[in-house]
């Protein structure tokens, strides 16, 4: 939000007792709706990083448990980065994260990401191997090209509709990993509703797909495994560079 200063370093006695109580309300309420839809890649990747409701995570021990396992680390911002930083950033496997907490007014909507999106929705599966060596497959991709904004663009769906809002098969369910539908009730209830239009996920298809950020999506894309994700890369960097050739 304009006009607020946020932290650019976690001083963790900065956290407030109002700070520990909505991640506690967020953390419970989520595990409620997540339950019985929520990736089991998510849940055994959250025990990875140790999360729970009483703590808010610490980044330090954080990056440690993420260094053993995938040699991810957290950066911390103090507001979402324009991508072309963002891409530079996860090429060197650095996520950028936020540190500060809404408050308890703002539980159900907040313009902008903070901890609980970045924390508890990106982070656990920062310590999956699969799931990072797509993330990083596509950071490299736009590398390569971070100075045309249209192939960030592009780029960007890509990782809006994987990261962000993707779903996954898994034992013929279809279960939710992105971190924009697991830190947020809303998208929780409508990405499995029967009427909710869930394509098999394309690059191609993908590529064409606009969205928005200030709406619940209206369209989910749904993968097989991580593995599919990082197979597919060669193809994304392949569309990616014919699209650019006809634009
Ligand atoms: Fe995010």
Known sequence: MQGIQRPTEQIYSNYTAEDFDVWRTLYDRQMGNLTDHVSQAYMDALS??????????????????????TGW????????????????????????????????????????????????????????????????GISDIALEHLDD???????????????????????????????????SAGETKNCLLPETERLDFDVRTVFETDYRTDIIQERYYVIDSFNQLYDSLPEVKSVLEEILAED
């Not at 409701?53 to 993420?66: A, Q």
């Not at 703002?106 to 799931?131: C, I, K, R, T």
């Not at 993707?166 to 279960?175: H, S, V």
């Open 73 to 136: 680390s957290l950066k911390v911002v103090p507001n979402i980065s324009p991508q072309k930083d963002f891409f530079e950033l996860l090429a060197r496997k650095r996520f950028t994260a936020t540190c500060w907490l809404r408050t308890m007014a703002q539980l159900d909507y907040l313009e902008e990401p903070d901890m609980f999106h970045d924390v508890f929705g990106h982070v656990p599966l920062l310590s999956n191997q699969a799931y990072c060596d797509f993330f990083k």
């Open 48 to 69: 990875e990083v140790k999360f729970n409701r009483d703590e808010i995570p610490h980044f330090g021990t954080v990056n440690e448990i993420l260094g053993d396992i």
């Open 149 to 183: 904004q249209r192939a960030i663009e592009l780029l960007g769906r890509i990782y809006w509709f994987t990261i962000e809002f993707g779903l996954i098969r898994e034992n013929g369910d279809t279960k939710i990993y992105g971190a924009g539908i697991i830190s």
